[in-house]
């Protein structure tokens, strides 16, 4: 009966020692990437080191595949491993007695897993030790395996049954429509199960323990560590300062961001806070696929001021990491490839609005980066291109106009009053070229793209547009505006009066800026001006001067040609209006 009672104890202990084995490769791999295996020149060191080998067991590469075998014929049955039949029987019982049949393998392990918060301490250690192993080798969980044999042998094949690799892979297939329900109901239990600790998930934790422990030690959750390292990224990018998070965390840092961006559900903080918002304004939208973080990024300005704080928080770092932004990289991914073909950490965004006119853009994704754009338009600092080149000139200019806003602190939006001032400046000529190049295309895009894209006119003019622009589509809002001030149909001294005279002299600035009049002369731009640079009024003077030319030409051949006079004297008027509209628009400017 002793002999009996020893034997029942091997195999936790050996059990016991695979898993030590497992920590000391992988403290032991990340010293070795982060430092250069610095040797000992203390004898004592050397004396220590060989009495903690000693008290510790390796175990033959033999005897672990033989146990790891055991574990997978275990899973396979119906039979827990002694630890959890150990130490889990009062939970069992207390949360597993009901709605499980013997038949059903590996259900009490996923209930007990379900249950994770609520177990007592010793049951949850040995859950918690399983499943770091089960997200090593997925293998070990047959109910998802099972139900995603199909997906694995079409998609995953080529993955590793071990080192998280295969459930990394089911887990970017989650969404494809060949993918099984109970596959996507497995995987999601996973992902929402490794939320509740970093050690569940063998990836991350590989690749960012370093960082974790150096910067937040301090965050229980997994998902606290994932905003933790997140706001490390975003501070020391728009910052300017040498990054904190390594390449290895970074991209599996941009893996787990990219699964919270897929699921709302998956972000405790952004779904608590966002609770009473989803139900008033994304009742009828499915879960999953991004598609309820997009909704509450369209009814933005109804949020309740927790959520949009919240949202905006979380939205800072796609536009810094823009390959974790799940919307964008699945609804564009076909537009990237053809546009782009970026790789790492380029500007995507940046990339596909230089085509948001070309027919080849996807409709659904030109909406997804328009809606990008207008976020970076309400705070420059993340728009990184304009940012970049125009941070010297907001020093100089603008400084003074934005006094009462600290640009580093990244919790606070600008709502556009950056990109005004440089607008300003713009049109007085005092910008630097590259600086001057980045803020045109922002001008142009608002007037030929879509409206919004200028936040501080789209806030101003809501109403009026609602009143007297409705029917006009989005790139044609600006022009119809125009139209209605110069009829007097906007009431002055009001905010959308001040924004739309605001649009006419940056028209003036550079004429494609002014869309119906830059499309009704394109092909005399393109024959008077076409050496001309843009900005600065330069185009429009010339354009205007060329007019005045066109006008003598004309007086002339009528006056040999003896015909009406009225024609003169409507030459003569329009000769007056237009010589008045550039002097107008120039003194403004």
């Known amino acids: 009966n002793d002999d009996d009672g020893k034997a029942s ?3 936790p202990c050996l059990y016991h020692h695979m898993r030590e084995m497992n920590d000391d490769e992988e403290s032991d791999g990340k010293l070795s990437r982060n430092k250069n295996n610095k040797q000992d020149s203390d004898d004592g060191d050397g004396d220590n080191k060989n009495n903690n080998s000693e008290k510790s067991i390796k175990l033959s590469k033999f005897c672990v595949f033989e146990l790891k075998r055991l574990l997978l014929d275990r899973a396979k049955s119906i039979d827990l491993i002694p630890e959890i039949q150990d130490n889990c029987a009062t939970d069992l019982a207390q949360f597993c007695s009901r709605g499980i049949t013997n038949n059903q393998k590996g259900e009490e392990l996923r209930c007990l897993q379900a249950s994770f918060k609520d177990l007592q301490e010793d049951c949850q250690r040995a859950v918690a030790n399983y499943t770091v192993e089960e997200n090593k080798d997925i293998r070990l969980d ?6 995603c044999l199909p997906t694995i042998e079409e998609f995953c094949s080529d993955k590793r049954e071990e080192k998280g690799e295969l459930l990394e ?3 970017r297939q989650k969404n494809n429509p060949k993918m099984q329900f109970k596959c996507k109901i497995g995987i999601e239990h996973h992902q929402l199960l490794n939320l509740e600790d970093v050690s569940f998930n063998f990836k991350f934790k590989r690749a960012c323990q370093s960082e974790i422990n150096e910067h937040c030690t301090t965050q229980k959750s997994k998902l606290t560590v994932i905003h933790c ?7 020391d990018t ?3 300062q040498s990054q904190r998070v390594g390449d290895n965390c970074r991209q599996q840092l941009r893996f787990e961001l990219f699964q919270l961006n897929e699921n709302i559900q998956l972000d405790s903080e952004l ?11 994304c009742v009828k939208v499915q879960s999953g696929k991004g598609k309820l973080r997009e909704c509450l990024k369209d009814n933005q300005k109804s949020l309740s001021s927790e959520c949009s704080k919240v949202l905006f928080k979380h939205e800072q770092i796609n536009l810094v990491d823009q390959n974790a932004d ?7 991914k076909n537009s990237i490839q053809h546009f782009c073909h970026v790789d790492g950490d380029q500007d995507i965004i940046g990339c596909l609005r230089k085509h948001l006119l070309d027919p080849a853009l996807d409709s659904s994704c030109r909406m997804i980066v328009i809606n990008r754009i207008m976020l970076q338009n309400k705070d420059a600092r993340f728009n990184p291109s304009l ?4 941070s010297k000139d907001v020093n100089i200019h603008c400084r003074n106009e934005l006094n009462d806003l600290d640009l580093n602190d990244l919790n606070k939006m600008l709502e556009g009053r950056l990109l005004k001032c440089l607008k300003k400046k713009f049109v007085m000529d005092k910008l630097s070229k590259p600086c001057g190049n980045e803020v045109e295309q922002v001008m142009r895009e608002a007037a030929n793209v879509d409206y919004r894209l200028d936040p501080m006119l789209a806030e101003a003019c809501l109403n009026d547009i609602e009143r007297l622009c409705a029917n006009d589509p989005n790139d044609k809002k600006e022009d119809c505006l125009r139209l209605k001030f110069q009829k007097g149909e906007i009431v002055p001294k009001t905010n959308c009066f001040e924004e739309v005279r605001r649009i006419i002299i940056e028209g003036a600035a550079d004429i494609f800026i002014d869309h119906e009049l830059s499309q009704l002369c394109s092909n005399d731009l393109s024959r008077f001006c076409n050496d001309v640079p843009p900005g600065a009024s330069q185009r429009m003077l010339l354009f205007f001067f060329n007019f005045h030319l066109l006008y003598v030409f004309i007086e002339r051949k009528i006056f040999i040609m003896k015909k009406k006079f009225f024609i003169i004297f409507i030459l003569l008027k329009i000769k007056k209006i237009l010589y008045v509209y550039v002097f107008l628009v120039t003194l403004r400017a």
């Open 326 to 332: 799940y919307n964008l990289q699945s609804k564009c």
């Open 169 to 171: 892979c089911l887990i």
């Open 9 to 11: 104890l091997i195999l």
């Open 229 to 235: 390292l997140s706001e490390l990224v975003l501070n």
């Open 271 to 281: 779904f608590s806070a966002c609770t009473n918002d989803l139900k008033k304004f």
């Open 387 to 390: 940012w970049k080149s125009c």
């Open 142 to 147: 047959q109910i998802l395996m099972n139900a």
């Open 238 to 240: 728009l910052l300017d």
